[in-house]
């Protein structure tokens, strides 16, 4: 797909790290974005600054999904570009003990739930609302009607000590991945995945430093956290290269995850 003005985007998450990062490149090639988010303050700085839209969105929610399309439909027309970025995680055990204590738990079944709202059946309902849009969208010979571009994680593939939930959504969207991509073929629609390893983002902003040095340190090269800019880069490349469709990218630095 050529960008341009003509083109539109949707990017969940697009307040902050990946989804920021991705937003403000695909700007620069003169889209027009509109931001999905539930940072309100971030959110419209950011739009603010690219000249996008910030629309308040929940992804968990059909009818706050709803309402930010119609909203950024208004303003932009029809996205051919969906950017899949929101998403969240935590780390607990499926059951442990505690050593002071003795006692025993489980992992809170309302976690678990929680993640997979979020990550995996956010991301599938933005999909669906974005999908059925573009097909009012006109395509010329071969050419992209519409692009859909998802994040899912190498913990789908690495995942670690506490990540089963977290782990479980995103392998998810790894495994949808190819049906959706062959789901809107016909469509001239295409579909794919990115695998982020270790990456800058605020998720790891609270992390001490010596720590976030040790994560780097672990990446077999280069031997650094990701850049978020190295993320968009490839969100670039896939809406660019017509031939690319019903892939899982992994985006690591050959990483492979250690069990903890």
Known sequence: MHLSSAVSAV???????????AARLLASKGVKVALFDLNGTRGAAVASEIGGLFCEVNVTCEQSVTAGFEQARSA????????????TGNAIKTASRDKRTGLIRHFPLADF??????????????????AAGMLAIAHVGDGD???????????????????????????????MTLPIARD????????????PGLFATPLLAGTPEQVTTALGASVPHPRRL??????????????????????????????RMAGR
Do not use: W
């Open 113 to 130: 739930e929680r993640i997979v709202q979020i990550n995996l059946i956010g991301t599938f309902r933005c999909i669906a609302k974005s």
């Open 184 to 195: 809107l073929a016909s469509e001239h629609i295409r579909v794919n995945s990115i695998l």
């Open 145 to 175: 009607r519409g692009v859909i571009i998802n994040t899912a994680s190498i913990a789908a593939e690495d995942g670690q000590m506490g990540q089963a939930a977290y782990s479980a959504s995103k392998a998810a969207i790894v495994g």
């Open 226 to 255: 990701g850049a978020p800019e190295e993320f968009a880069h490839l969100v670039l490349a896939i809406i660019e290269n017509g031939y690319l469709n019903g892939e899982d990218i992994r985006l690591d630095g050959a990483l």
């Open 76 to 87: 932009h027309g029809i996205e051919r570009v969906l950017v899949n970025c929101a998403g």
């Open 11 to 21: 990017i969940t998450g697009g307040a902050s790290g990946l989804g920021e990062a």
